[in-house]
């Protein structure tokens, strides 16, 4: 074998591993996306072969990534809250305008279908520290965006966060009647009525009080 050779024989091997974990992370992904969209339309005992199916990947390759239901249940559920926790933080860094950043927040976590996925693996990580600790980095985000809205004088003084996380976790929420791709239609209009009554000034006040919860996330 020629050095040149050598070389590259030596380079192909240098590239194996890391090769193989960009593989195994795509993977990873489109599992917990196959795997939410297929929980939300069927249950939590929907196939998990059609999970696979969807993902684009074999049983043998789902159970690597997923010891077994549970975990895989637990997991789309911290995958979810994640994302929204994510969002919120670039929403956090980016935006000037305090009010763009809290729409940006409540649009993304519509997007992510907050209210459909929680509703279906309510119970199922009560015990999870994973979901827990991106819950806790999440809600403190939105808390801050909201306040800074509030403050700038664009945010009614009387919301809270457990009110905009209910409401978020009630409108994203498909009806058994509803087919899911008009509800899609139907969800982002309603987003946008629900923040426009976000909005400073208020016509009238909230009935009762609704003091913050971060207990909301986990029990919507």
Not at 9 to 38: F, K, M, W, Y
Not at 56 to 77: P, S
Not at 139 to 144: D, L
Not at 153 to 177: H, Y
Request: charged residues 30%; aromatic residues 6%.
């Amino acid at each position: 074998m020629s050095s040149t050779d050598a070389a590259r024989s030596q380079g192909a091997r240098g590239c194996l591993a890391p090769c193989r974990r960009a593989d195994a992370s795509r993977n990873h992904e489109r599992i917990l996306t196959a795997a939410r969209a297929v929980f939300v339309e069927d249950g939590l005992e929907a196939s998990l072969d059609e999970v696979a199916r969807r993902a684009g990947v074999g049983n043998a390759t789902l159970y690597r990534h997923f010891g077994d239901r549970e975990d895989l249940i637990r997991q789309v559920a911290t995958h979810v809250i994640a994302q929204v926790a994510d969002d919120a933080e670039s929403a956090l860094a980016e935006e000037d305008d305090p009010f763009q950043a809290l729409r940006r927040c409540v649009e993304a976590a519509a997007s992510h279908g907050v209210g459909a996925v929680l509703q279906v693996v309510r119970g199922q990580f009560v015990k999870d520290e994973a979901f827990f600790a991106v819950r806790a980095r999440g809600t403190a985000a939105f808390e801050e965006i909201m306040r800074r809205a509030r403050e700038s004088g664009q945010l009614r003084p009387d919301v809270t966060f457990d009110d905009v996380w209910g409401m978020l976790a009630q409108l994203t929420r498909p009806l058994p009647c509803c087919d899911r791709a008009d509800f899609d239609v139907r969800a982002g209009r309603y987003i946008e009525l629900f923040l426009a009554g976000l909005r400073a000034p208020a016509p009238s006040e909230l009935p009762g009080s609704s003091p913050a919860s971060t207990d909301s996330i986990s029990q919507r």
